[in-house]
């Protein structure tokens, strides 16, 4: 190997047509190397890209944190919903009463 890399430089100082063809034929194999690695390998059995700790954790808490504010939002519709309901019970026996009272009223003043 040390003689061959002597060699080199020497050949390369030389105007000689065979050198340059010599160096092109390496880089084309070195080229053809991983075309036909790629080509062996199948497209399905690609690896997931390789994701961080800190990234999956932040993922997984921005999921639970979307769950709980649908949560959320689902709770307080339930509960306006209630107040809405309580408020209309709570106007109907004042209303229920306040007609009997005022019947009862002219019913004391007819007599």
Known sequence: MATAKKLAPKAATKPVKAAPAKAVK???KAAAKPV????????????????SK??????KISASLTKLNER????????????DQRTALKAAPVAAVAAPAKAAKKAVKAK
């Open 26 to 28: 390496p880089v084309a």
């Open 36 to 51: 036909a690695k790629a080509a062996a390998k199948p497209v399905a059995a690609k690896k997931a890209p390789v994701v």
């Open 54 to 59: 800190t990234a999956k954790a932040i993922a």
């Open 72 to 83: 959320k939002a689902k709770l307080n519709a339930e509960i306006a919903a209630l107040k």
